[in-house]
């Protein structure tokens, strides 16, 4: 029960002190960066939209990230292997507009992975110790992934720098993924949405965000 207790806690004082980091910076860099802005991620928080599909993507959005960005930071070929269809897919699909070659080019990549692990297996090489000896390059590399896929197509210089309140969740949701499991970043990944969606909802002025 103590254990529980000091997991929730943790978990609610990480969720706090994200979204107060992820505000402060947003507002810093609104008033000192740039006046206006068309960042497309972060115009999402604004306002609520109470439909199915919103709420939908609310919830799926952050699974499919989860499985593509945070789901192999624990050492299991078929994560690795659900991870790169994801990315990959996701990636052909923005390229070429297209489900089929999307999915194409996401087997294509996952059947690679499965073939090095193999080929590697039969060489005796250890593909685990290479995993720990690289895993903080692993992590790292997962961070800013995830922060990089927020970038909308067009942008400015100035525009950049707001991910950097997007690289502070990216963090803490792999710290909750590293400390307890998939699921619980997951969760994090969805409150943490949320808080900020209120946050917006609640203070559309100060932040010059139309809801």
Partial sequence: MLKLKNKILFFSFLLIITVLIHVSLIFILKW??????????????????????????????PFFEEL?????????????????????????????????????????????????????????????????????????????????????????FSEILFLIPILSGAIAITIIRLKYNFWYGFLFHILLNTCLKICWFFFPTIFEIPI
């Fill in 68 to 156: 593509a960005f945070r789901l192999p930071l624990k050492k299991n070929l078929w994560y690795f292997e659900i991870s790169g269809f994801i990315i990959f897919f996701a990636l052909a699909y923005i390229i070429f507009y297209s489900l089929l070659i999307s999915f194409i080019v996401g087997s294509i990549f996952s059947l690679s992975i499965f073939l090095f692990y193999k080929k590697a297996l039969q060489l005796r090489k250890k593909v685990g110790f290479y995993y720990d000896k690289y895993y903080n390059a692993i992590c790292i590399s997962s961070i800013l992934l995830f922060t990089t896929s927020h970038l909308p197509f067009r942008i400015d």
């Fill in 32 to 61: 000192f960066v740039a006046k206006h802005y068309i960042f497309d991620t972060i115009r999402y928080y604004a306002g609520f939209d109470l439909s199915f599909i919103f709420l939908l993507g609310f919830i799926v959005g």
